[in-house]
Each structure stands twice: as structure tokens, then as C-alpha cells.
């Protein structure tokens, strides 16, 4: 009786094993496979630079975090086109676009939250929130709520913390930032009740950029706050340089603390910088140590030493380089070794000329157009980057031709030879 006992505790005991290795072997398998569906939705396309027909107007660019899909906010182009947010697929090189989400009614700068289950879209008057399962799969109502963000508040930008739990939108027309308390909106169905408060800022803000730590903020006006009496120093965009008068001041680059903003964003500026004539995008170094601003109506890029910027802002800037008309979007990448710039020549009265980017060595942004490596070519107002999850792949919304570029950055010098 006794080894029959036995005998049977052992079968068991092999039977458990066989079971713990089936499910040991189906998890690597499973495993396996999802490695290689990110591989093949990040392989590089065949060319250096290539272009996706969209349709409508492209703002920004959001990649999923395995990189599998692209989502673009466009703005109507035509009659036959609609505002919304566009879905692309990636793989084996290739993109494609699928599908074009309506969103009314000008959805513009975009974020996906780290847990990669939202889409937050700045859309002028609403911050709209969409389901990210919803739209890849097609199944359900992708659109799962919207927080107004007042009449006529000009939403255009947004940024969530990295623990998901609070959103922040830039309002162009109102001069502030609008902090959203997310993890309630998202327990309590986007209700307006999860607006935290805002945070005074100048004229036209638009950029929201993270420090890497997340202690800071930083964003940009188009013109410093009043309550500053910066010195006029700027003429109008779009003006004759050579007859035209200074009528404003520069714009700022303002510096917030990210957490006291999440309980009092009225007290939570730190330092205003000035930032050139008209600065509009901002990124920043992978140690955070240097901001990249485009400054439109100065043409040019500054940076800044971060440190400087919290402690001594008049003398926080270490470097100017010349680019061309009306620079937009910048872009770090390559280990913070290289930055790129979107020339949109936006004021020029011709609007059919397609334009460039400029590739700058980041390591001499001291020696001003030194520092200027080549040029990438571009379509017809070239507005936002986006990039994808690996950074080697960078995304640029040429506006006025509506499509989607393309740029794999380790082979960027094949591009600027495709110029020369």
C-alpha cells in the first residue's frame, strides 16, 4: 500500500513538473514573439527618408510603446477631409495609414500616457481622451471623454507626469497652463471637477517638457508676462526686417516645479528666462542638463544651461545658432549627440516651396553656425517631431503637403548627402 502511495505522489509530482516547464516554455514563447513583433514594428524603412500621404494638415506625432502604431492629429485640408486623430501602422519598414479618427474640431499637440492605455489630445477649447485598445482593435467608442478648458482657451499642448497621475495643457490664447488632476478624471469619467488649477504664464505657450527626474517643467511664451517689463527688443513676424520697428519684448522660457504645480500651480514658477523673439518648442538633453529652443522670430536655436536657468537666468544661455526661416520643432536624438530643427518659413507669402532641417552638432551649439552639421530635406511647412519608442526613428509633420515624414537617425548623413 505504501508504494503505491508513493508511486502515485510521484506521478503527480513529474505530472506538476511537466506542467511548470509547459508553462515556463509558453511564457518565453510568448515572450519571443512579442520581442519580435516590436522588432518588426521598429525596423527602419529602406530609405533614409521617406514620406506617408496623410490626409488633412499633420500637427504632432505619437508613437505606441512598442511602436506598432503612429497617431496624428490632423486638421482639415479640404472639404473631403476631416479634423481628427490618424492611425498608422508600422512594420517591416513600412507604414500605413489605417484609419482616420473624427475629433472636432482642431485637435493639435498630442501625449500617450506611460501606461500606454490613453491618448490625451489637445483639441482648442477640450482636452479629449481616447482609448488606445479601442482604436487599434475597432472595437468601441474610442472617445471616452473630454474636460473643457474654458472658451476659447486655444489648447494646444500636453504633457502627463511620468507616474500617470496629472496632466498638464498649454492654453495659447489664455496665457496658462491647465493642470488636470488624471488619475481622478479617469475614476470619474473626465469630469470637470479633476481641474486642478492653472498656472500664469505670458502670451501663446506652448511647449511642456519633463525634466528626466521630473522635478521640472518647462515651457515657453511667445511673449514674456507683462508683470516681467522685459525691454522691447522683437519686431512683428512676418515683417520687412529692414523697415520694420521693435514693438515686443522677448518671449520666456518658464521653469516650474512639477510637483508644487500639482497642489498650488498659481506659486509654482521658479524662474522666468528670456528666450529669444517668439520661442515656441522646447526639448531637452537625455541628462537634462541643456534646453533646445526654437526661437521663430530670431530664427534661430538657443540652449541653455538648465542650473543657470533656476539660479542666474540672465546668464543662462550658452549658445545661438543661426537656422533658417522661422524655426518650429526641434528634436534631441542620437544620445543627445545631434539636434534637429524644422524650418517652416511659416510668414513667407509663398507656400508651395518645400523646405529643410537643420542638423546641429550639440556639442558646439557655443560656436553658433558652426555648429551646423547639414541640412535634411523637408516637405511644405515642417512643424512637429515625434520619434519612435527606440528613439531611431524621428517623424516629421510637414503641414502645407500634408504627409508624414520619415527620418531613420543612423543614417542621417545619408541624408544630408542626398542634399549636396
Not at 347 to 363: E, W
Not at 390 to 410: C, K, M, P, R
Request: aromatic letters at 6%; hydrophobic letters at 40%.
Amino acid at each position: 500500500m505504501k508504494n503505491l502511495i508513493e508511486t502515485r505522489l510521484l506521478k503527480k509530482q513529474a505530472v506538476g513538473a511537466a506542467l511548470f516547464v509547459l508553462l515556463l516554455c509558453s511564457s518565453a514563447s510568448a515572450q519571443t514573439s512579442g520581442a519580435k513583433a516590436t522588432f518588426r514594428c521598429n525596423a527602419a524603412a529602406a530609405e533614409p527618408v521617406s514620406y506617408v500621404s496623410l490626409q488633412g494638415h499633420p500637427f504632432s506625432t505619437i508613437a505606441s510603446r512598442d511602436g506598432c502604431w503612429l497617431f496624428v492629429s490632423v486638421t482639415s485640408s479640404n472639404p473631403r477631409s476631416a479634423n481628427g486623430v490618424a492611425m498608422l501602422s508600422r512594420a517591416d519598414g513600412h507604414i500605413t495609414l489605417k484609419k482616420v479618427f473624427p475629433v472636432e474640431s482642431s485637435p493639435t499637440g498630442m501625449v500617450i500616457t506611460h501606461d500606454g492605455k490613453l491618448l490625451i489630445v489637445a483639441d482648442d477649447e477640450y482636452v479629449v481622451f481616447m482609448d488606445v485598445m479601442r482604436m487599434t482593435s475597432g472595437h468601441g467608442d474610442p472617445i471616452l471623454g473630454y474636460i473643457s478648458d474654458g472658451r476659447s482657451s486655444g489648447s494646444v499642448y500636453a504633457n502627463v507626469t511620468a507616474d500617470d497621475k496629472f496632466l498638464f495643457v498649454s492654453d495659447e490664447n489664455t496665457e496658462k497652463i491647465t493642470v488636470i488632476n488624471l488619475e481622478k478624471a479617469r475614476a470619474e469619467g473626465f469630469k470637470e471637477t479633476a481641474k486642478v488649477g492653472t498656472i500664469p504664464v505670458g502670451t501663446a505657450p506652448i511647449a511642456l517638457t519633463f525634466s528626466p527626474d521630473g522635478k521640472w517643467l518647462y515651457t515657453t511664451s511667445q511673449l514674456a508676462p507683462k508683470s516681467l517689463n522685459w525691454p522691447v527688443a522683437c519686431k512683428p513676424e512676418g515683417s520687412d526686417p529692414a523697415t520694420a520697428k521693435e514693438e515686443y519684448a522677448q518671449g520666456a522660457i518658464i521653469v516650474v516645479d512639477a510637483v508644487r504645480a500639482q497642489t498650488d500651480p498659481a506659486n509654482s514658477i521658479v524662474a522666468n528666462v528670456p528666450g529669444g523673439c517668439s520661442p515656441v518648442r522646447l526639448a531637452i538633453s537625455p541628462s537634462g542638463d541643456r534646453v533646445y529652443v526654437t526661437a521663430r522670430n530670431s530664427n534661430s536655436l538657443l540652449a541653455f544651461d538648465t542650473g543657470k536657468m533656476r539660479s542666474d537666468s540672465e546668464h543662462a544661455q550658452v549658445g545661438k545658432v543661426p537656422v533658417g526661416s522661422s524655426p518650429v520643432g526641434v528634436a534631441v536624438v542620437n544620445d543627445g549627440k545631434l539636434v534637429l530643427v524644422t524650418n517652416s518659413n511659416r510668414f513667407a507669402k509663398d507656400q508651395t516651396a518645400r523646405q529643410t532641417l537643420t542638423v546641429i552638432d550639440a556639442g558646439r551649439v557655443s560656436e553658433g553656425q558652426a555648429a551646423i552639421t547639414g541640412s535634411v530635406p523637408a516637405g511644405i511647412f515642417p512643424r512637429e517631431f515625434g520619434q519612435s519608442p527606440d528613439g531611431q526613428t524621428l517623424f516629421v509633420a510637414n503641414y502645407l503637403s500634408d504627409e508624414l515624414e520619415v527620418i531613420e537617425v543612423n543614417r542621417i548623413k545619408a541624408a544630408l548627402n542626398a542634399l549636396k
